[in-house]
T-cell receptor, first 115, second 114 residues
Framework: AQSVTQLGSHVSVSEGALVLLRCNYS??????LFWYVQYPNQGLQLLLK??????LVKGINGFEAEFKKSETSFHLTKPSAHMSDAAEYFC?????????????FGKGTTLSVSS | KAGVTQTPRYLIKTRGQQVTLSCSPI?????VSWYQQTPGQGLQFLFE???????NKGNFPGRFSGRQFSNSRSEMNVSTLELGDSALYLC?????????????FGPGTRLLVL
């Protein structure tokens, strides 16, 4: 069964520092890959997704992610963190070999940004 | 364009009761998925409905059920509530035409079971 691993349940950075949130998937067939962000008491908002076009995907709010098949990874980065980036981030996959659009989520990474 | 709406936003029930949650998708979206979010288990897929038919189902007991209406609105029902059912229930909608589509999430219904 497909699974997603997010290394680090909590990441702390200073404002202006690089943000790196890690995500690895398990399947041998590259799935569709997504990064979502959740602010307190809100639903999930899509940051970006990989469906099989360019391996470097640019998203909203300055985030980007690189799909690396050899490493089965889809890490999320942002060059310079802002205070407003503090939130919980979820990596998710959708299995290409399964009907429907069900998402399998990682456990999430809470990003803290200090001034 | 209005986003995904969920009602109610907050709900308190007692063990043994049942509950129905509602989700209205974005206009034109025919797929509605439901997810349960808890601190311990994280985000877990419950089921997906497309054109009034359940297209996919996660690994949850039969107490969890859903349905979709002809206008794509969906309801989720949990019978015989248990303390462990306390969670944020999120609904997401998409066009439903192809895999890899973006799912748009609602704000969720927070259920507390006492």
């Amino acid at each position: 069964a497909q699974s997603v691993t997010q290394l680090g349940s909590h990441v702390s950075v200073s404002e202006g520092a690089l943000v790196l949130l890690r995500c690895n998937y398990s399947s041998s067939v590259p799935p569709y890959l997504f990064w979502y962000v959740q602010y307190p008491n809100q639903g999930l908002q899509l940051l970006l997704k990989y469906t099989s076009a360019a391996t470097l995907v640019k998203g909203i709010n300055g985030f980007e992610a690189e799909f690396k098949k050899s490493e089965t990874s889809f890490h999320l980065t942002k060059p310079s963190a802002h205070m407003s980036d503090a939130a919980e981030y979820f990596c998710a996959v959708s299995d290409r070999e399964q009907a429907g659009t069900a998402l399998i989520f990682g456990k999430g990474t809470t990003l803290s940004v200090s001034s | 364009k209005a986003g995904v709406t969920q009602t109610p936003r907050y709900l308190i029930k007692t063990r043994g009761q049942q509950v129905t949650l509602s989700c209205s998708p974005i206009s034109g979206h025919r797929s509605v998925s439901w997810y349960q979010q808890t601190p311990g288990q994280g985000l877990q897929f419950l089921f997906e409905y497309f054109s009034e038919t359940q297209r996919n189902k996660g690994n949850f007991p039969g107490r969890f059920s859903g349905r979709q209406f002809s206008n794509s609105r969906s309801e989720m029902n949990v019978s015989t509530l248990e303390l462990g059912d306390s969670a944020l229930y999120l609904c997401a909608s998409s066009l439903g035409r192809a895999q890899g589509e973006t799912q748009y999430f609602g704000p969720g219904t927070r259920l507390l079971v006492l």
